[in-house]
């Protein structure tokens, strides 16, 4: 027989939990979604029960690895029936699993009417504060089952469960604290503000009238960490070095459970971290890109900035030239031509393209002034941040050089402070080069091509003004 229990520890401790609120979270994978999972499993041989899961965008639920693939296999084994179209579990008592998501604000909606005895929120900061005390309304029950709200989240700092659940929280390190693991508060929420108690009884003697009412909703929060899911370290031990090799805010909120750090000045890129050197090494198979990042406007704030970096057969990254700088419209492209001239056209360019139609009109007016060299434009995607991140994991482990000029000092000082400064073309620029530059491996080719183009007929890139936007 095979037997399905949590894990001993955090699991085991968030799935017996008496509150009407548990907060599941910390560090990534110490088997909270799972544990969502396995809670909805208590319930199944009551016909009238019925459990939502929710993700915050479908993509998310039905994703290789998410919720619905791991349900397959362990809901089977109870006897489920899968219907896909709805994504939705039926067990034989007529018990009811189903999978949904809140897209848009206004999803809360689409449960107005609902009547659900256990709802599961997977990473409680994807949604809103008011998406989520909305849905409390929806929980409710006539099955017998005390209604009840599971949630799991990883920390984030600047979203409304670090406020929720600050009291068991250090304030100084971020870390929660171990003798409040698991400890009950009570709250009540009106007119968009809380009241916390420390008991029933304290919140019944404070709010009388709110008490004839109704009671006071419970909530506790139980950390968890990686070492708390043996299975998984067991199966996949090379995750843990995965988490090792993040940025320093990523690995301080998904391994070490911090609820406090945030992405400012020195996290992100520390100026301790850089290496120095007086020549990029020239060596087989070593492969250049020059991206450009844009501003808008001449003395608009922004500037433009333009990062030659090098990636060798090893795995290290040089940034070996760096052109940054306010200048009008003209001045810029004929800077840029300047640089691509002085680069050689061995070395291919990339121009961040802005949205909208001044960002396509722009790219491609540096496309038609680079005629004659390797040039394309690239949409950005994802916030500042994120795509920085990558970049930012490779110059704390060492494994990216400066050579040594007079922008070294902007540059170094840009990237120590940001995301705050308000400039941040060198962070973008650079993040740009690498990114493109990591994706691809020794010799340079270019996407949509199964050889490299030759260097005397740049076949393959945007030479023209329609190509490649």
């Not at 459990?51 to 639920?61: D, E, H, L, P």
């Not at 896909?84 to 067990?91: G, V």
């Not at 609902?114 to 929980?139: G, K, V, W």
Request: glycine letters at 8%; a neutral charge.
């Amino acid at each position: 027989m095979k037997i399905i229990k949590p894990n001993p520890g955090p699991q085991e401790n968030f799935l017996r939990s008496p509150a009407d609120i548990t907060i599941f979270g910390g560090a990534a994978g110490g088997g909270k979604s799972f544990g969502l999972l396995l809670e909805c499993l208590r319930h199944i041989n009551n016909p009238d029960f019925g459990a939502v899961i929710f993700r915050r965008t479908s993509k998310q639920v039905t994703t290789e690895g998410g919720l619905w693939h791991v349900s397959q296999q362990l809901y089977r084994s109870v006897g489920g029936v899968p219907k896909e179209s709805t994504l939705e579990w039926q067990f034989p008592s007529s018990a009811r699993v189903r999978f949904a998501c809140l897209d848009h604000e206004n999803d809360k909606h689409n449960f107005d009417g609902a009547q659900i005895p256990l709802i599961c929120f997977d990473e409680l900061t994807h949604y809103s504060e008011s998406q989520f005390f909305y849905l409390l309304s929806r929980n409710r029950s006539t099955c017998g089952v005390k209604p009840y709200i599971l949630a799991t989240t990883n920390p984030d700092a600047n979203s409304w469960v670090a406020e929720f659940i600050k009291w068991w929280i250090n304030e100084e390190t971020g870390y929660p604290i171990p003798e409040r693991f698991g400890v009950i508060r009570w709250f009540y929420h009106v007119d968009n503000a809380r009241y916390w108690y420390n008991s029933k009884q304290e919140a019944m003697q404070a709010q009388p009238d709110l008490f004839k009412e109704a009671p006071p909703k419970s909530v506790t929060f139980i950390p968890s960490m990686l070492a708390d899911n043996p299975m998984l370290l067991q199966k996949d031990p090379g995750y843990k070095a995965n988490l090792l090799a993040l940025p320093l805010v990523d690995r301080e909120r998904l391994l070490c459970g911090n609820w406090k750090i945030i992405a400012e000045g020195g996290n992100l890129f520390n100026q301790s971290w850089w290496k120095m050197v007086t020549i990029a090494p020239l060596a087989d198979g070593m492969i250049r890109v020059r991206y450009w990042d844009k501003a808008a406007t001449e003395n608009g704030g922004c500037e433009t900035a333009g990062v030659k970096m090098a990636k060798t057969k090893d795995g290290s990254y040089y940034v070996e030239d760096v052109k940054h700088g306010r200048w009008s419209t003209f001045e810029r492209e004929h800077i840029i031509r300047q640089t691509a001239e002085q680069d050689g056209k061995e070395v291919p360019i990339i121009t961040e393209q802005e949205p909208g139609s001044a960002g396509i009109d722009s790219a491609r007016y540096t496309i038609q002034n680079l005629a004659g060299f390797k040039v394309k434009s690239e949409r950005a995607t994802g916030s500042k941040v994120e795509r920085a991140e990558p970049f930012a994991s490779q110059v704390e482990a060492g494994n990216v050089y400066l050579v040594t000029g007079e922008w070294n000092k902007a540059y170094i000082n840009q990237h120590h402070n940001f995301p705050k400064t308000k400039l941040k073309d060198m962070v973008d620029a650079s993040s740009g080069a690498f990114n493109w530059l990591s994706s691809r491996t020794s010799i340079f080719h270019w996407p949509g091509t199964s050889s490299p183009p030759v260097l005397s007929s740049p076949q393959g890139w945007g030479i023209g003004p329609t190509d490649n936007l």
